[in-house]
């Protein structure tokens, strides 16, 4: 039985305590004499100007194409396919990178084994999946400097936004800490190394919405993060019922959902304050960051975008983007020409500059990550599914199409390591998410199509909520 079972399994004391064991460990690998190092780095970095921060990504990029080129054996046999050599990196990396095919999302996923850099000072220290918009889990292996560099240029995010390391916080994501059919509170649990509550994204009815808010004035954070369809719920509750909140903190950020402007107008209504959007990937993808002005940067100290139109040419400014990235801040799997498959809007002023100070490139809008919100009469309102694919292998692609209220049907691509036990499993997971009275169907399919959009709709919902 592995930690998540026997987690979801144990009664809510045990699970305050095995959680905040592993925040003790968690805090003691992301957050030391490195990190303060790396946290550092990136605050300098911030107010560099361009000519330094060309500078500051032709040495990462050395760095990385070299430790790819001497580590990695997909990236070594492209790179000799192009004729591509050590000395060419040192003089030239642009160019090299340039050369390099683009890393799709089935590559990523499917030959991780031989995309991973084999350094031994770089010793695997965490494993970790990600599923994002395909609904299929995709493996992760980070080492120290990529996980001390990712929560560097996190905090680095909370600084830019007025938010101090320690700041107490409520924090919304998808992982589930608290068994889906409770039906009475506390839908939380306090990780006491982090000043963190973390409340639970899957009992957001209109019954429980009164103990959250309850919780969160009693709480009293400096700030929320996490996914704004959570915070947007509550926010709907709020206002819905024109109650005001006594606490008001100073910022909201979110990620890991695509933050539409209607999301924003009530979350900042209900709550009082900013609400700061945010990219980036768990992979490893470079930062894109909202900034006290409001405006979006892209980050190029976390790695080098390339922002390539249908034609797969540099976008021209007002024009949508696909992003092409290359990261700086995972070694250990390296993330070089990573069609990430989301997109952004490129701002149409030409050299905008920001009062904030950062000199970095702005964008106008995050477009990607386009998941619906869905509605079950059990469980009110639900976010992101993704969680729902972690650790079940089988399913290369996957599509939840919610029909009506009661009815679900997914649209899954399988390859031979499915069966039906993964499939009891994954029923398991949706309805420990949409609810136990959830009629489920599950087709397999040969291949899912592409939205209107270009993008992949790995939710879909056929009817409007009735807020």
């Known amino acids: 039985m592995n930690k998540e079972k026997v987690y979801n ?26 990190y303060e190092k790396y946290l550092l780095e990136y605050k300098n970095s911030w107010v ?4 330094e921060i060309k500078i500051y990504q032709n040495q990462n990029l050395v760095k990385l194409l070299k430790e790819a080129f001497n580590y990695s054996s ?40 031989q995309l991973i850099n084999l350094n031994p000072s770089r010793p695997t220290k965490a494993i970790g ?52 059919r409770k039906n009475k509170a506390p839908f939380w649990i306090y990780n006491y190394y982090e000043k963190q509550l973390l409340m639970s994204t899957y009992h957001l009815s209109d019954r429980n919405l ?8 009693k709480f009293k954070p400096v700030f929320l ?5 959570a915070l947007y719920i509550i926010a709907i509750f709020l206002n819905k019922n024109k109650l005001i909140l006594n606490h008001v903190p100073k910022a909201i950020a979110v990620t890991a959902e695509t933050l539409y402007d209607y999301q924003r107008v009530e979350i900042e209504k209900a709550f009082k304050c900013k609400v700061y959007n945010q990219y980036a990937s768990s992979e490893g993808s470079p930062f894109i960051t909202e900034c006290i002005e409001g405006n979006l940067h892209i980050n190029e100290d976390s790695g080098y975008f390339e922002l390539l139109n249908k034609n797969n040419q540099p976008a021209k400014p007002g024009e949508i983007a696909q992003l092409v990235v290359t990261s700086f801040r995972n070694f250990k799997t390296p993330l070089i020409r990573y069609n990430i498959e989301d997109t952004i809007l490129t701002t149409s002023l030409k050299n905008k500059h920001c009062n904030c100070g950062c000199k970095m490139p702005i964008i106008e809008k995050i477009i990607g990550r386009e998941d619906d919100i869905l509605w079950t009469e059990e469980k009110g309102y639900i976010g992101r599914m993704d969680t729902a694919y972690k650790g079940l292998k089988g399913i290369s692609k996957s599509q939840i199409i919610q029909v009506t209220p009661l009815k679900v049907i997914i649209n ?35 291949d899912i199509p592409l939205g209107a959009n270009g993008k992949f709709d790995a939710v879909k919902r056929n009817f409007k909520i009735q807020l």
Do not use: C
């Not at 045990?14 to 959680?19: A, G, P, V």
């Not at 993060?225 to 369809?229: A, H, I, K, L, T």
């Open 412 to 446: 899954n691509v399988i390859d031979d390591d499915y069966n039906t036990l993964i499939e009891e499993e994954f029923i398991k997971n949706l309805k420990d998410r949409l609810g136990q009275n959830i009629d489920i169907k599950i087709n397999i399919v040969s």
């Open 74 to 113: 997909w990236y070594k046999e492209k790179m000799l396919d192009a004729n591509i050599s050590l000395s060419e990196i040192s003089k030239r990396p642009i160019l090299v990178l340039s050369k390099m095919p683009i890393l799709t999302k089935v590559d990523r996923k499917k030959k991780v084994d």
């Open 225 to 229: 993060d996490g996914y704004p369809s």
């Open 210 to 217: 009164p103990s959250y808010i309850k919780k969160i004035e």
């Open 129 to 180: 999946y990600t599923s994002g918009t395909s609904g299929s889990p995709t493996k992760n292996y980070t080492d120290a400097e990529s996980i001390n560099r990712s929560f560097a240029l996190w905090k680095r995010f909370y600084w830019t936004i007025g938010i101090a390391e320690k700041d107490k916080h409520i924090r919304f994501s998808g992982r589930i800490i608290i068994n889906p």
């Open 9 to 34: 399994k144990a009664p809510l004391f045990l699970k305050r305590i095995l959680l905040n064991i592993v925040g003790y460990s968690n805090s003691q690998l992301r957050y030391n004499k490195d």
């Open 48 to 51: 560099l100007n361009e000519s």
